[in-house]
């Protein structure tokens, strides 16, 4: 599968926003929300499966920081952190579901090679889960399925839209550069500095570190929508190059070119603006489908939850198996 935009990336940073509106109506495994006159029938998750996704965020984070992580109390309401994975994991699983719905629309599902590489991600899953997961988790085999499914499915609907999106974006425009700067207030010293660089041969940067007036001598650089002096001037020279003196505000500047293509920010930045691109041409589609249909999972079994006790459950690879398989 393409590289794109990887939703699992939200769920494993911990801090998901809150992507549905709330429409409660009743209590059960279905719901009927009424969307522009008509009403849609939404089956929610089942308890198991959620469990699946909960008992790996759970281990996860008891991984890194010991179970003592769900006493800390976040936000300025205080919420305990166990309440917040578990609503950050109802979030992930109600745009799962959203995804899916798109997914319908359009007429993308899941074909028979799919299925048969779902199965074998399934079926890894199943076999690495102890009697302990088990317990904990209360799914069988068809409730995973089910979760990588609409995985799958909802990733398979980005990638529909991200593949005709052009994010071809030229070094040029995206090129960083590293600089060294020397800053002064006294015109004079500056002039004398410039002599002893271009004309008496002496060092930029031990002129820099004796002479410079501020804290940072090397710096990055990329190109702005409004590039000011010092911008313009840098990206015209060449590497190892030194300019004139330039005066911006009350302070005097000379810089040096010391690396006219800094390769790996360069691809970093190509790659952020790509992703942009990407992220923009989704959110295009799905937000005005997400103002129409508005949901949320109301099922009791998500106020029950919490982690206080001890679950005996250190499954953490619901992702990591996907990955292994799929990609």
């Keep these: 599968m393409r590289e794109s935009i990887k939703i699992k990336k939200s769920i494993r940073s911990g801090m998901i926003a809150a992507l549905a509106a709330a429409v409660c109506l009743g209590l059960g495994g279905c719901r009927g929300m009424k969307l522009e006159n008509k009403t849609e029938i939404i089956e929610e998750y089942t308890e198991p499966q959620a469990m699946i996704l909960v008992a790996n965020e759970r281990n996860r984070y008891e991984n890194v920081y010991s179970d003592k992580v769900w006493s800390v109390q976040v936000g300025n309401e205080g919420t305990g952190f166990d309440k917040l994975t578990i609503q950050n994991v109802k979030n992930f699983m109600e745009e799962i579901k959203l995804l899916n719905m798109l997914a319908a629309d359009r007429g993308i599902s899941v074909n028979s090679t ?97 002479y410079t007036e501020t804290d940072t001598i090397e710096q990055t650089l990329m190109r702005s929508n409004t590039p ?18 330039l005066a911006e505000g009350d302070m005097y500047y000379i810089i040096n070119c010391v690396d006219g293509y800094a390769e790996t920010e360069t691809l970093e930045r190509k790659e952020r603006l790509s992703k942009a691109l990407n992220t923009k041409a989704v959110r295009e589609i799905l937000d005005p489908y997400r103002a129409e249909h508005n949901i949320k999972f109301v099922n009791r079994f998500w106020n029950d939850m919490d982690f206080s006790e001890s679950s005996g459950s250190s499954v953490s690879n619901f992702f990591d198996v996907y990955d292994k398989i799929i990609g």
């Design 114 to 210: 799919e299925r048969d590489m779902i199965r074998r991600v399934t079926d890894e899953y199943m076999n690495s889960l102890s009697e302990a997961d088990l317990s904990y988790i209360g799914c069988d085999r068809n409730d995973v399925q089910t979760l990588y499914t609409d995985y799958y499915t909802a990733e398979k609907l980005i990638n529909s839209i991200t593949e005709t999106v052009d994010t071809e974006i030229s070094d040029s425009e995206v090129k960083v550069i590293k600089i060294a700067e020397i800053a002064t207030s006294d015109l004079k010293k500056a002039k004398a500095i410039l002599k002893r660089i271009k004309i008496d041969g002496e060092s930029f940067s031990s002129m820099a570190s004796r």
């Design 228 to 245: 000011d002096l010092i911008e313009r001037t840098a990206f015209s020279l060449e590497e190892g190059q030194t300019s004139n003196i």
